[in-house]
C-alpha cells in the first residue's frame, strides 16, 4: 500500500511501520506496548489473530468513512461488518461525540519525554464540552491496556484549548450492534507507558525484540 505521508511521518498501513523524513524506524505506541509484554497473543490461534486483524481494519475504515461525511451504503462492507458500524453510529447518536474531521486516524510522529514516539490516535473530539482522545475497539473483551495506549496518544497530542488534558475514553464495538464505554483516568498509565517503552526500546537494542 502507498505510505501515508503526514508532516514529519511516512505510515505503510499494511505492515504499521512510522519512519521519519530522514528514514528512521520509529516504534509506535502499539509495538512499545507488545514488545514490553503488557498484551501477548502468542497463544492465539494465527487464523484467529488474522481474523481479529480484518475485522479491525474494516471496521476503522467504514466508522471513518461515516465520520468524514460518506455514505457507507456506497462502499462494499460485508454483512458481518456493519453491526460494528452501527454500533459505532448509536454511540455518536447517543453520546453526541463530535470528532474532530482533520484528525481521523492521522499518523503522526510525536516526542513524549524526549523519546520518538508512532501513533495514530482513532479520534479527537469534543463530547459534552471536554476535549476527548477516543480509541474504537471492535473486540470481544475489554483489555486493560486500552488505557496506556490512550495515555500515551493524549501526551502525544497538542494541548487541547483552555483545558490541560483530554479525557481517555474507548468504546467497545460489540457484532449485536451494542457498545460499551470505558473511561481512564489513572495518572499512572502515562508512567507505565513510558516505562514499556523503555522496556521495549531495550529488548530491540538487545536483540530481544524486533518490529513487526
Known amino acids: 500500500m502507498t505510505e501515508i505521508v503526514s508532516g514529519d511521518v511516512c505510515f505503510e498501513p499494511d505492515c504499521h511501520a512510522y519512519t521519519d523524513l530522514d528514514g528512521r524506524r520509529i516504534m509506535s505506541t502499539t509495538q512499545a506496548i507488545k514488545i514490553a509484554g503488557l498484551?501477548?497473543?502468542?497463544?492465539?490461534?494465527?487464523?484467529?489473530?488474522?481474523?481479529?486483524?480484518?475485522?479491525?481494519?474494516l471496521v476503522h475504515a467504514a466508522t471513518a468513512f461515516h465520520d468524514q461525511g460518506r455514505d457507507v451504503n456506497d462502499y462494499y462492507i460485508p454483512d458481518w461488518v456493519m453491526p460494528y458500524v452501527r454500533a459505532y453510529q448509536r454511540f455518536l447518536?447517543?453520546?453526541?461525540?463530535?470528532?474532530?474531521?482533520?484528525?481521523?486516524?492521522?499518523?503522526?510522529?510525536?516526542k513524549?519525554?524526549?523519546?520518538?514516539?508512532?501513533?495514530?490516535?482513532?479520534?479527537?473530539?469534543?463530547?459534552?464540552?471536554?476535549?476527548?482522545v477516543l480509541e474504537i475497539k471492535a473486540t470481544a473483551s475489554a483489555h486493560p491496556s486500552w488505557g496506556i495506549q490512550l495515555a500515551s496518544y493524549e501526551m502525544g497530542l497538542p494541548r487541547p484549548p483552555r483545558r490541560r488534558e483530554y479525557h481517555r475514553v474507548a468504546v467497545q464495538l460489540k457484532p449485536n450492534g451494542d457498545y460499551k464505554l470505558f473511561e481512564y483516568?489513572?495518572?499512572?498509565?502515562?508512567?507505565?507507558?513510558?516505562?514499556?517503552?523503555?522496556?521495549?526500546?531495550?529488548?530491540?537494542?538487545?536483540?530481544?525484540?524486533?518490529?513487526?
Open 112 to 132: 513524549i519525554a524526549g523519546l520518538s514516539v508512532g501513533m495514530t490516535p482513532d479520534r479527537v473530539g469534543t463530547l459534552h464540552g471536554y476535549p476527548i
Open 39 to 57: 498484551i501477548d497473543y502468542s497463544m492465539v490461534p494465527a487464523e484467529k489473530l488474522g481474523y481479529a486483524s480484518l475485522r479491525g481494519t
Open 93 to 110: 447518536m447517543d453520546t453526541g461525540f463530535a470528532p474532530d474531521l482533520e484528525r481521523i486516524e492521522r499518523p503522526a510522529i510525536v
Open 185 to 212: 483516568n489513572d495518572p499512572l498509565d502515562r508512567e507505565i507507558f513510558l516505562d514499556a517503552f523503555r522496556v521495549a526500546a531495550w529488548k530491540l537494542k538487545h536483540g530481544l525484540a524486533k518490529l513487526d
